[in-house]
């Protein structure tokens, strides 16, 4: 039982580290579901849960769902507002050091998300 759960986490992992577009679980699990019968809905979003909480994954909320991403590592987010597209994007590192020098505090984490249209939904809203 126990070593099963270890593959499966393996597997839960690396299908999140190796994509970029910040799943939930749920779309996690139907891209997993087809090579991993054994895999329930429920392991895929409690082994996320609980690496969230040991901050061994980021958890974002975004609408009503929780999506997940496999770099904890400092980096911000861009999140469509439409249709919920969330993509890396880089804080400068000047941004911080100004905000260290005038508030006199020491940054030790950031998580700094923009908010818009994605390229995607500004089309439609132009074309519409
Ligand atoms: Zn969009
Ligand atoms: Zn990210």
Known sequence: ???????????????????????SATKLYEDLREDNPNLSKATVYRV????????????????SED???????GHSHIICEKC????????????????EEKSGYRVRSRHVEFYGLCPECRKEAAEG
């Open 1 to 23: 039982m126990k070593k099963r759960n270890t593959v499966q986490k393996k597997v839960i992992f690396s299908a999140l580290n190796a994509r970029c577009d910040h799943p």
């Open 48 to 63: 996320l849960k609980d690496a969230a909480e040991e901050g061994a994954v980021l958890r974002i909320h975004v609408g």
């Open 67 to 73: 999506r997940f991403d496999g770099t904890v590592s």
């Open 84 to 99: 919920h597209a969330i993509c890396d994007t880089e804080f400068p590192l000047k941004a911080v050091s100004d905000l």
